[in-house]
Every structure is written in structure tokens, then in C-alpha cells.
């Protein structure tokens, strides 16, 4: 038959239009999930000090998620040697040396955080730490530590604004980098923000700790499921009521090529059955299993896949 | 005439996306009603085969009576085609495969302790067996394709086409649910029966007689019910479905023509009734050229895949040539005919070389509607 | 092993109407009916095209899979069994039922058990490629329509287990 096309833009005949592959999505899931651990961590903190180990220490995870992630980004880089680049200059008008920034700042301020939640036993371990004593540096660590654990609330608030600095950053840098109406929206910054915290309450939830802790990020991340299902409705409807190219992107998703895996792998799977899930736990005082986090944070990272996918393909 | 409602073989884009959702949904209800129904657990499945739970044959073949009976109640009722239903959704008859299969795969149930849909369930449920399962029949699947070209011969042996019960019978098939919903009652006393004797035997302790449950009864009176009313259906003279509707042709626009035509062209089957000669010149690609007067030659009563059908004629088609009448499947013509499309759709990469006589400023309107993006 | 208050399951025979109206649903809205095999011989052939990606080109059945549409996992069956296991999930936890472990008969041994469902697992996924479905695809849906061969396939099914279930009972009983 003869063959017909009615679309050109497809990365089979327009190459360049597909650039981003799977690392973007890793560094945009593991920033979020970063943000988030950040901002509940700091939270918990404040209303929760005596929570157990796991999660006074979860901010040490931080650093290790966001080395993977920019090691993806890295990965995706055109000119890799030219990464030291970022941080010769701070362009305020660019997302890209905003985030930059940001993750300077959060490098240390996230372990901070951890070390302030240190019990007195703890940090005294931590400083009567044999290799310390040999390298000399007992003394410095001892007030390091100190130096923290004395203004737990500040590295709290700290870590809050630049958790929400983190996640709203991922959200404006889709935006920022190219003409794709389906980035074009102000509501990525707000949604992925949100998003990392919900997969952040649900990586948290894995971690051993008590069962208040447990119902407290329960709550915590049903707020952060509702708020996104709303984003999500705010997002499309931006784009169904946009502009021509703004309709085409809203139409990907509801009724073009990505509305099946969007709706199920995103809002069914990632979203409503997590959440009634969780809502069964609460109600029916059923004992919490790491079902509704995994697919949490399964629907976390395919939001990011398919907002990324999509965006390119128009 | 519509075959189902939503008829999911034949959709395309939005539709089709829209039903791929839609298959969530249902598979949800089904996992959930599986696993309430206790087939996530090995031990529940096996006991059928221990003859001391009988729930595996209870539960399937009353799932079995009810969409029978329902089906052929709606199709009694004229909400659908029975026969094109059904060809749309079972496999035709192999005779030979079936049955060696079906022995394979009731030892691998027993071994395994799960089929492939209750292994699934089974994972959910978080039990390794039924993840380890579903794996292995990944496996054998794929074992199975790489040796499927030296099976040929085996894999469509005994070939009999979609072939059903009550063509084999010879009756109609209200009259053959009836059978099998009264059947299936029998083999659910009997199973109870067997039950009871076989866990007091397991027990050690004298069989306990227990009679009919509220559930039973409900049960039986359902399909009971719905079979008797299928049968009453068959009193009806000429059902809707068969008649006048066969007559008209559902329209089809140019543009939504060239959509399935080009990206799903083994869903539609295009036949063009015009002049021969016109129609050899220039026609809608993939289209056949049958002209009117040959078209009962062309066997469109056997054709049994259940492909939408569209003719093209020089303009509208109101009614649908006899010869088409009896072919099983959604019947449409093309709205405005070979002129529309002409108007509307792509034309081949040759003729776009030059530019079009009468496109020359009317670029927007010639080019056919983009229908979303996605990719292709 | 099992808590008693979660050992409490559907009455069959109504279990068994559900399942009919879940089965009749899909009829009547979509055309199609349920199954399993399908997405599993998918998803097997897609991880195949993962590690050896011109053997799947050139192989004509799995090419097919690959080329026709919008690739593998665009398929009713797929979205379909994904679904299933969401149900699974939601169904076990709300009963209390959700938890990693793994069922065995009492006198089996836990690597006989393992063994037991990979094997088993494997002669099922042959088996169902072979008859064009597995009990839910073939027997239950099949069977519903009254297609002459699915009634053959589900007959030999419990044929096939009866017989061989005197030779297994290590594992179950």
C-alpha cells in the first residue's frame, strides 16, 4: 500500500527532536525525592524530635541521591569537561545556575540536619569514634556536632526553604529549557515540589520507625497525593485552555499517544490506588505494608518519564 | 449494526487510548474478585484436584453460566451480534493444540499450584510461588515462540475456524445455555457432595450433610433465570438486530477513514464499488476494486474477522448493497464517496510533488486534520 | 501460619457471579474478553528485544509484537493484567492478606516448592501459547461464548490436573 504520512515530527525523521533520554527523568525523580526527605525531615524535626534512628538519619541520604542524579545528568551532558562551568558565574535569570547553586547549599545543609537529630549518646559515639581519635580530628567533630545539634530549629528551617528551593527548581527547569508547550506551564514547579514530597513520604514510610512517626508521613503524604491529583487537574486544564500549541501538548494526554500510560501508570497506579491504600490503613487501623510506597514512588518516576517523553514529542 | 458498544478491535488513537484504560478497570475488578474469591493462594487452587475444596470449578464455571447467559440474553434482546461478538473474542477452533495444551497446562497447574491469571494475583498478594510462577510462564512463552516455526504444522492442526457449541449441536444457542446452566447446577451438588466426603475423609470424621445455602440459591436462581429468559427471546419474530439496520450504512468521514487507513490498516477492510477502471486509476490505498455488480462474488458473508467494513462508491452510499447485507461486522460507506476523499485526504508522495491545482491557496483546508500529536 | 480472620473468602457461587459480570462487562463495552498468557508472552518477548534485538527482528512471530502498533506493551492483555495485580493488591490488603511469603503444601520443602512453580510455570507458558490462552483467556472466556475449542482446552485442563495430581500430592497434601 502506498505509505502516507501525515506527521512529520517524529524522532525517526526529525532525529534532534528526541534528545533527552532516561537521565533526565532520574535527575528530575531523585531531586524531588531529595527535596522531599529534606522538607520532612526538618518537619518531623520540629514536631516529632524523639522520632526513631532511621529517620532522624534520613537526610544523609540526601547527599547520596542527588550525587546519583546529577551523575545521570552528567551522563547526559554534551560537552561533559565543561561542567565546571556552573560554578564559575550565578546567572539570576537562569534556572539551570539557580539549581546549580542550590546544590551547593544543600550538600551540606542536608547532613546538617541529620547530625542536629543526633541523640546525646549518639553524637557522643560519633565523637568517641576510634579512626577520629587517630586522625586527630575528635575535637573538631565533638563541636561540629555540638555546633548543630545547638540550632536544630534553624538547620530545620534551613533545610525547609531549600527543599522547597530543590523542588520547585526541577519543575522550572523543564520549563526554562525549550519551547515544549507541554513544559511551557508555571504548574510543574509547584507539581513536581509536591510530588517529591509525596515520594519522599512514601520512601520514608519503608524506613523502620514507630507507628506515630508512620501515621504522621501517612497523613503527611495523603495531603501530598490529593494536592497533586489537583495540580495535575490545574496543569491540563492550563493547557487544554491555552494556545494552539498549549492544546496539542493537553491533547497528548487526553486522547494522543501518552493518555493510556499517562492516566494508569500516573494517576491510577502512582496516585489513586496508593491512596486508597492508605486510606484503608487509616480507616480500618490495617497494618502498613510497603505496597502503597512502592508504587508511589513507581508513579513518581513515571510522571517525570512521561511529562519528559511527551513534552518531546511534539 | 454495532457489535458491541465500544468495540475495542477496531478503534484507533483517542478511542483506543481511552479503552487501554479501560482495560485497567476491568482487570482491576477481575484481580480483586479473584483474590476475594481466595485464588492468590496455591492451597486453595490445588484442593480442587484433592476433590476437598471444590471452589476453582464453582467459581469458574459460574462465571462461565453468567456471561453465557447474559451474553446470549443481550444478544436475544438485540443489543448485540452474538456471532460476531463472540468471533471477535475467542481464537477459532484448533483442535489438536487445544487439547495437548490443555493437558500441559492442567500438570503445570497442579505442579505450580497456580494458573498464569491467578499467579498473578498471587504476586500481588505478595506471595513469592505465584511471582516465581508468572516467571516461569514468561519463560515457557517465550521458550514456545522460538520453537513455534518447527511446530508449525502442529500449532494449526485441526483447524476448524471459529467453531461454537451450538453450531456443533445444531441448536440455538439459548437453548444450548439452558443446557449448560443446568449442567453446571448439577456439577455444583455433585461438587458439594465430593467435598464433604473428602475433607471428613481427610479429617477422619463422618461426612456432614448440609443443605442448600442462601448464596446457592441465589446462584441457581440467577442463572436459571437469566438462561429461561434467553430462551424466551428465541420467541421473537425477526429480532431488531438482523433487520432494517443492516440496510443503512454508517457514515464515515473522509478524515477519520484516512486515520485508520493509516495507522491501523489491518483493522478496516476498504472496498471500492466504483467503475473499475476509475477506481484502478486512483483509489484510497488499500482499498480493493470490486465493482457493484461483482460484489456478491466476493464472499463478504464468510469473511469472518470481524474488520469494519467501509465501500466506497462515487458519492454517498444510502444503503447498503445486498451482497454486503450479510456480512458480519460494522458495514460503512464513505461520506461524499471517492470525491470526498479527493477533497480532504493526503494524496500519494507523487502527486504532492507538484503543487495542488486548486490548493494553491487554500493550503490550511486541503491538508487533512492533525489529530493530536503524540508519537506516531 | 495464616491469622484465621484472614482466611475469610467470597462465597464461591456468588464469587463466581461476579466474576461473570466482570466477564460480561468486558463483553458487552468492549469487545473483548479476559486473560493473562497474552501479556505474559509480551512482556517475556519485550525483555527478550532488551538483551538480543535482531534475533526478535528476525524472528517473523515476535517481530510482529514488536512492529505492529505502538510496540509491545500496547496491547489489551498488557493494560488488562496490570490491572489485575492493582486488584490483587487492593483486594489482599483490605483483607489482610498482603504479605511477602511463600505458599507450600505441609510436607513440602521450600526448594522443592520453588522448583515445583518455575517448572510448573514454564510447562504453563508453552501450553498456553499453544491452545491461544490459558484459563482465564481460553477456558473462562472462551467458554463463556461456548467456543467449541476452549470447552476442549478447559475439559483437558482439569483432565490434565486430575491426572497428575495423584503424582504431586507431596506438594500439596
Redesign the interface.
Known amino acids: 500500500?502506498?505509505e502516507?504520512?501525515?506527521?512529520r515530527?517524529?524522532?525517526?525523521i526529525d532525529p534532534a527532536l528526541a534528545i533527552w533520554g532516561w537521565e533526565i527523568p532520574v535527575y528530575l525523580f531523585l531531586g524531588g525525592l531529595s527535596a522531599g526527605v529534606m522538607i520532612l525531615s526538618a518537619w518531623l524535626a520540629r514536631t516529632a524530635p524523639e522520632r526513631a534512628r532511621a529517620l532522624r538519619l534520613a537526610p544523609l541520604a540526601v547527599p547520596v541521591l542527588l550525587s546519583a542524579g546529577m551523575l545521570a545528568l552528567f551522563l547526559d551532558l554534551g560537552f561533559k569537561a565543561h561542567v565546571y562551568r556552573f560554578y564559575l558565574a550565578f546567572e539570576p535569570s537562569s534556572p539551570m545556575s539557580w539549581g546549580a547553586w542550590i546544590l551547593i547549599l544543600v550538600y551540606p545543609a542536608a547532613p546538617a540536619l541529620a547530625v542536629a537529630g543526633l541523640t546525646d549518646g549518639e553524637a557522643s559515639a560519633l565523637a568517641g569514634w576510634r579512626p577520629l581519635a587517630a586522625l586527630r580530628l575528635a575535637r573538631p567533630v565533638a563541636r561540629l556536632v555540638a555546633w548543630c545539634r545547638a540550632r536544630a530549629s534553624s538547620l530545620a528551617a534551613l533545610n525547609v526553604g531549600l527543599g522547597a528551593a530543590l523542588g520547585v527548581y526541577t519543575g522550572i527547569l523543564l520549563g526554562a529549557l525549550g519551547a515544549r508547550a507541554a513544559w511551557s506551564s508555571s504548574l510543574l514547579g509547584p507539581l513536581f515540589l509536591v510530588s517529591g514530597v509525596s515520594t519522599a513520604a512514601a520512601g520514608l514510610m519503608l524506613l523502620p520507625s514507630d507507628p506515630g512517626a508512620h501515621a504522621r508521613l501517612r497523613r503527611w503524604d495523603v495531603t501530598a497525593v490529593g494536592l497533586e491529583l489537583a495540580l495535575l487537574a490545574l496543569y491540563l486544564l492550563g493547557l487544554a485552555t491555552g494556545d494552539e500549541a498549549a492544546r496539542?501538548?493537553a491533547?497528548?494526554f487526553l486522547?494522543?499517544?501518552?493518555?493510556?500510560a499517562f492516566?494508569?501508570l500516573v494517576v491510577?497506579?502512582g496516585l489513586l490506588?496508593p491512596l486508597?491504600?492508605e486510606a484503608?490503613e487509616a480507616r480500618?487501623g490495617?497494618?502498613p505494608?510497603a505496597?502503597a510506597p512502592a508504587?508511589l514512588l513507581a508513579g513518581g518516576f513515571a510522571l517525570r518519564w512521561i511529562l519528559v517523553a511527551?513534552g518531546q514529542?511534539? | 449494526m454495532i457489535a458491541t458498544f465500544f468495540p475495542f478491535d477496531s478503534l484507533v488513537?483517542?478511542a483506543r487510548?481511552?479503552g487501554?484504560?479501560g482495560a485497567?478497570v476491568i482487570g482491576f475488578a477481575f484481580g480483586f474478585v479473584l483474590e476475594r474469591a481466595g485464588f492468590g493462594r496455591a492451597s486453595k487452587l490445588t484442593a480442587q484436584f484433592y476433590l476437598t475444596d471444590m471452589t476453582v470449578l464453582k467459581v469458574m464455571f459460574g462465571a462461565i453460566v453468567t456471561a453465557m447467559t447474559g451474553l446470549v440474553l443481550a444478544s436475544g434482546l438485540g443489543l448485540v451480534d452474538l456471532q460476531s461478538v463472540s468471533e471477535g473474542i475467542a481464537s477459532p477452533t484448533f483442535v489438536w493444540p487445544m487439547l495437548v495444551g490443555g493437558l500441559l497446562l492442567g500438570v503445570g497447574f497442579i505442579v505450580s499450584g497456580y494458573c498464569p491469571g491467578t499467579s498473578a494475583v498471587s504476586t500481588a498478594s505478595?506471595n513469592l510461588d505465584g511471582l516465581l510462577t508468572f516467571a516461569g510462564v514468561i519463560i515457557g512463552s517465550v521458550l514456545y515462540g522460538e520453537v513455534q516455526p518447527l511446530l508449525h504444522g502442529f500449532h494449526v492442526s485441526g483447524d476448524l475456524g471459529p467453531l461454537f457449541l451450538y453450531q456443533v449441536l445444531g441448536v440455538p444457542a439459548p437453548v444450548l445455555a439452558l443446557g449448560v446452566a443446568l449442567m453446571a447446577m448439577g456439577a455444583f451438588l455433585g461438587a458439594e457432595r465430593l467435598e464433604r466426603v473428602f475433607s471428613a475423609k481427610r479429617a477422619g470424621l463422618p461426612a456432614p450433610a448440609v443443605g442448600p445455602t442462601p448464596a446457592r440459591r441465589i446462584a441457581f436462581a440467577t442463572f436459571s433465570g437469566v438462561a429461561a429468559l434467553g430462551l424466551v427471546t428465541l420467541a421473537f419474530p425477526g429480532r431488531p438486530s438482523a433487520g432494517e439496520a443492516a440496510t443503512r450504512a454508517l457514515p464515515i468521514t473522509a478524515s477519520e477513514l484516512?486515520q485508520r487507513?493509516?495507522e491501523a490498516?489491518w483493522k478496516v477492510r476498504v472496498i471500492d464499488v466504483r467503475d473499475e477502471a476509475a477506481c484502478l486509476a486512483a483509489r484510497v490505498?488499500?482499498s480493493a476494486c470490486v465493482p457493484l455488480a461483482k460484489l456478491g462474488e466476493a464472499g463478504l458473508e464468510a469473511a469472518t474477522d470481524g474488520r469494519a467494513l467501509v465501500l466506497v462508491a462515487d458519492g454517498d452510499l444510502a444503503e447498503v448493497p445486498a451482497a454486503a447485507r450479510a456480512y458480519r461486522g460494522d458495514v460503512m460507506a464513505l461520506a461524499g464517496g471517492y470525491a470526498a476523499w479527493k477533497r480532504e485526504a493526503?494524496?500519494?508522495?507523487a502527486a504532492a510533488a507538484a503543487p495542488a491545482p486548486t490548493g494553491a491557496g487554500k493550503a490550511a483546508p486541503a491538508r487533512?486534520k492533525?489529530k493530536?500529536?503524540?508519537?506516531? | 501460619m495464616d491469622r484465621p480472620a484472614s482466611d475469610r473468602f467470597w462465597n464461591p457461587y456468588l464469587a463466581g457471579v461476579a466474576l461473570g459480570l466482570v466477564l460480561l462487562s468486558s463483553f458487552l463495552v468492549m469487545g473483548k474478553g479476559l486473560g493473562a498468557s497474552g501479556a505474559a508472552n509480551r512482556v517475556g518477548v519485550a525483555a527478550l528485544d532488551v538483551v538480543a534485538p535482531a534475533h526478535v527482528d528476525a524472528h517473523p512471530y515476535f517481530a510482529s509484537l514488536k512492529h505492529e502498533g505502538?510496540g509491545f506493551f500496547d496491547d489489551w492483555l498488557v493494560?488488562e493484567v496490570?490491572g489485575v495485580f492493582?486488584g490483587g493488591?487492593?483486594a489482599a490488603?483490605?483483607a489482610?492478606r498482603?504479605?511477602v511469603g511463600l505458599l507450600k503444601g505441609p510436607r513440602a520443602s521450600t526448594g522443592a516448592r520453588v522448583a515445583a512453580a518455575l517448572a510448573g510455570g514454564v510447562l504453563m507458558g508453552v501450553a498456553a501459547r499453544m491452545a491461544r490462552g490459558c484459563t482465564s483467556g481460553q477456558a473462562l472466556t472462551g467458554g463463556a461464548v461456548l467456543s467449541a475449542g476452549a470447552w476442549i482446552f478447559m475439559l483437558a485442563v482439569f483432565g490434565g490436573g486430575y491426572a497428575a495430581a495423584y503424582f504431586v500430592r507431596r506438594l500439596w497434601t
Request: charged share 10%; hydrophobic share 45%.
Open positions: 500500500m502506498t502516507v504520512d501525515l506527521f515530527q517524529s524522532n525517526l496539542q501538548a491533547h497528548l486522547g494522543g499517544g501518552y493518555t493510556a492516566w494508569t491510577i497506579l490506588v486508597g491504600l484503608l480500618r490495617l497494618r505494608t505496597a508504587l511527551a514529542a511534539l | 488513537t483517542g487510548e481511552v487501554l484504560i485497567v505478595g484516512a487507513v493509516i490498516p490505498p488499500g493526503p494524496t500519494t508522495p487533512p492533525k493530536g500529536g503524540g508519537c506516531s | 505502538r493494560f496490570l492493582l493488591v487492593v490488603y483490605s489482610g498482603l504479605r
